[in-house]
């Protein structure tokens, strides 16, 4: 497995991370011990950089991680978001001072460790300026609870003004062959000042495998029910691009999730992918496009096939659109 700096100086990561949250239910029913299973079977295949959160099941994500990896602290990079409450209309951000150092302090208690390698803020909170919340996680980082500071979801303008408080290491965002708005502003801006784009849904949650279909029905509790671009006629319309990538894995004897995947690792060594799985099968599957080269010529087809406005409909609803890229 090769590694990347996460940032300027952060720590050594693995080129593809494990994101964690479909373990506790984001995605329907997960199975706890098979989700266990694959946090170490990605350990032992040379997966360090692991990525969980407080909402995440409301602290349960990072229970699992914790119980599971504590006896390889060594061996991991742990990284976990803070700065959102989870309500009955969707996520709330809360980027005060005092809520962030809560956070943090149980966060370390259910992942069973003293400090935290990477602490991302999730949300930036609309009436706490991101210098006061980057502020409060910069003491975290002179206390020796968090190792470094990054974001998710921001403005390349807000990338700046947190950057001139704290050096930020890393960005969260959605970055896939389906969602490439980070090219235009965000990734620039992380380039300027030496940070890293970590990618979270880089398989479009699911729907760069080939695996949901227009007859899928999601379980109770899937993020995607209430997803525009994953219901309806946009589904309908999204499905016909994924069989089009599906058509051009098997010329490349690949699965359309390794070809997503080898195509977002070739866009950089600053790019590193998390996906998410909750199954060994899974896992296996995606680690197998560290191996797939994808020519320039598969480059060109690939950007031929799946338009650069990305996927039909959006990401999230109203409520969660109003809270990214701010």
């Not at 997966?47 to 990072?62: C, I, K, L």
Request: one cysteine or more; aromatic letters at 4%.
């Amino acid at each position: 497995m090769h590694t990347n700096n996460l940032g300027a100086d952060g720590p050594a990561v693995s080129r593809l991370g494990l994101g964690c949250m479909s373990m506790t239910g984001s995605y329907g029913p997960a199975d706890p011990h098979e989700a266990a299973a694959t946090v170490l079977e990605a350990l032992e295949s040379g997966v360090t950089m692991f990525d969980t959160g407080d909402f995440y099941g409301d602290g349960a994500n990072e229970e699992l991680l914790g119980q599971t990896l504590a006896p390889h602290r060594d061996r991991v990079v742990l990284a976990t978001k803070t700065g959102v409450r989870r309500t009955a209309e969707g996520l709330v951000p809360i980027g005060s001072p005092d809520s962030l150092r809560r956070g943090c302090e149980a966060s370390l208690r259910r992942l069973r460790t003293d400090h935290i390698d990477v602490y991302y803020l999730a949300r930036i909170d609309p009436v706490v300026p991101v210098e006061e919340s980057v502020g409060a996680l910069s003491e975290l980082v002179a206390q020796g609870k968090v190792g470094h500071i990054g974001l998710s979801e921001v403005s390349a303008a807000t990338l700046r003004r947190a950057h001139a408080v704290h050096p930020i290491s890393a960005v969260q965002t959605e970055y896939s062959l389906w969602e490439r708005h980070v090219e235009n502003d965000i990734l620039p801006a992380l380039r300027s000042i030496g940070a890293t784009l970590v990618a979270y849904s880089p398989l479009g949650r699911g729907l760069l495998t080939g695996a949901v279909r227009a007859t899928t029905s999601y379980d109770s509790g899937d993020f995607r029910a209430s997803a525009p671009r994953y219901t309806g006629d946009n589904l309908k319309a999204n499905l016909a691009v994924v069989d089009t990538l599906t058509r051009l894995a098997a010329a490349k004897n690949a699965t359309p999730a390794q070809v997503a995947l080898a195509w977002l690792l070739a866009r950089g060594s600053d790019v590193i992918p998390i996906p998410g799985s909750s199954r060994r099968a899974h896992l296996r599957d995606n680690l197998a496009a560290l191996d797939l080269q994808l020519t320039a010529t598969d480059l060109g087809r690939i950007d031929a096939a799946v338009p650069a406005t990305g996927a039909q409909g959006a990401r999230y609803g109203d409520h969660g659109i109003g809270m990214i890229d701010q």
